[in-house]
């Protein structure tokens, strides 16, 4: 041990640790987690009828439940797709679309991430806690009583 030197590939906090005494690592077996503490972020998921009002850049509200504090960020950028649910592989590379599904649809979520403002690292943020997100609405983007 004296001549190891283990680095980390980012700042963050090492959790998870799952190591004892004479423990030997072997590759491929993971034994701790590296959170990635400059790049902490939120994903918001919003209906896809919700996007037309969404733009990157825009400011946004966070309230993550058990903070009282309301963290500030800005719209980092919106997903790209998302996976069809009612599309399977198949082996012949061809769509393999289900036959039957229910009538009635559901709007889509999509993940809309939300970088927060450096004042949010005054507060203890965990990965994976569960946050709400409200876009702050620049002035007459939205026509009037068009509901977000």
Known sequence: MDRTTIRAPVNGIVTNVDLRPGDYATVGRQLLALVDTDTIHVDGYFEETKLPWIRVGDRALVHIMGIKATLHGSVESIAAGIEDRELSASSTA???????????????????????????????????????????????????????
């Open 94 to 148: 061809l769509a393999n679309v289900n036959p039957t599904f229910s009538w009635v649809r559901l709007a889509q979520r999509i993940p809309v991430k939300i970088k927060l403002d450096p004042t949010a690292r005054d507060i203890r943020l965990i990965a994976g806690r569960t946050a709400t997100v409200s876009i702050v609405d620049p002035p007459g983007r939205r026509p009037e009583g068009d509901a977000p």
